[in-house]
Structure formats: C-alpha cells, structure tokens
C-alpha cells in the first residue's frame, strides 16, 4: 500500500500570513495533484505535477515536486480568508489508483 | 470543460430503500470512480471503471452496487443500506491512460443520509 503523509493537518491563521502543508511519501509518483475541497462540495483540482523538482505557480500558490517524485510540497503566500478549505494531494499511480493524503484543513481569519 | 455532474445533490434515504446515484461526463475520459467521503476525512475509493469495465472494488459491501452504461455514465445503485453508510458520495473521471498523466476530475458529489 503506497501511503502519502500529509502535514500539518489543521493550520488555523490570520489573514496575510505565509503557510506550507507538505505531502511526503516513501514511494514515487507518476504525478501527483493538489486539490481543495470547501464543505460538501467536490473536490476541484489546483494542479497537477509531473516532472520531478518542478514548480508550478498558480497567483499566490507554489507547488513543488520533489526531485526523486516523493514528495510535494504547496505555499501559500499571504493567505486570505477565501483560501479557507481542506486541501488534499494525492499521488497518482500506473495502476489507476490514486492514493490520497489525509488532508490538511486551513483556515484562515479576517 | 472539466465537469462533472452528480444527481442528486442529497438523498434522504431509509434501510428499507432502493436509491441510485447518477453522474456524467463529456471529457471522453475513459476511467470512471466512485468514492465516499466522511467529513474531514480524504476521500475513499470504492470503485473504478476503465473502458466501461470494472477494474476495481475495494471490498465494497453488496449493498453498494455499481453499473457503467457507456463511457459517459456510471451510476451507483444503492438497497438496503445503514446508517454509518451517510456520507459524502463522489464520483470522479480520468482519461484513463495507464502511465500517463491521469489527473482525476470530481463532481460536486451527493450528500446522503440514511435513516
């Protein structure tokens, strides 16, 4: 069983701040992808990663890939209150499975 | 467009009930899955299809019984159910390409509830 482990797994802020959840594993990926999920909605995809040591950036957010594809790594730069939610990452495999890591629920004050 | 729609958005059921959840999607994705989802838990997998074929049931009780009508379609037809069975129910897709990039796309999913 591939496990991802997700960190930290709740992150209470205040509006403005800095933060890093990370998503670490011992096995390899073929890609791996950041979703957040906003309560008893779907869970919409923020990106996918496929090249180990890429960085990808979306506004404020910066995925990273780790260069042996084990890990990943999502920073948010001066979160807002919109940015509250639970963000998942899940490591993709060949076998057309995806293994989910338990998640990291964010929230962020005004 | 990467949408998937899930029918309906919540279901009230009891024990006694036949129910079926529906979902679609017009990507041409080839893999289809079912999940279900507790609140504040990652999402579960319960079942995949590939190629309109089941490829994979994680031991999911009988009660839970999934059907793929053409590579558009999958439903998850419900009967007999239990209480612990509420949850968030979601269903995803994926091109389904083994090796590939396969980045698996959500629905809004459907929130039941059994009585």
């Not at chain 1, 998503?23 to 996918?48: D, I």
């Not at chain 2, 919540?10 to 024990?15: E, R, T």
């Amino acid at each position: 069983t591939q496990l991802l482990e997700q960190s930290p797994q709740f992150l209470s802020i205040q509006e403005g701040e800095n933060l890093t959840v990370y998503c670490n594993s011992s096995s390899v990926f073929s890609s791996l992808q950041w979703y957040r999920q906003e309560p008893g909605e779907g869970p919409v995809l923020l990106v996918t990663v496929v090249t180990g040591g890429e960085v990808k950036k979306l506004k404020r957010l910066t995925f990273q890939f780790g260069d042996a594809r084990k890990d990943s790594s999502l920073h948010i730069t001066a979160a807002q209150p919109g940015d509250t939610g639970l963000y998942l990452c899940a490591g993709a495999t060949n076998a057309g499975k995806s293994t989910f890591g338990d998640g990291t629920t964010l929230t962020v004050k005004p | 467009d990467t949408e998937v729609t899930q029918t309906p958005k919540h279901l009230v059921m009891g024990m006694t009930n036949k129910k079926s959840l529906k979902c679609e999607q017009h990507m041409g994705h080839r893999a289809m899955y079912w999940y279900k989802q507790k609140a504040k838990k990652p999402p579960e997998l319960m079942f995949v299809y590939s190629y309109e074929k089941l490829s994979i049931n994680e031991s999911v009780p009988s009660r839970f019984s999934p059907e793929c009508p053409n590579s558009s379609l999958l439903n998850l037809h419900l009967h007999a159910l239990q209480p612990e069975d509420s949850a968030l129910y979601l269903c995803a897709s994926s091109q389904g390409w083994m090796g590939g990039i396969d980045t698996q796309y959500f629905g809004p999913g459907t929130r039941l509830t059994v009585l």
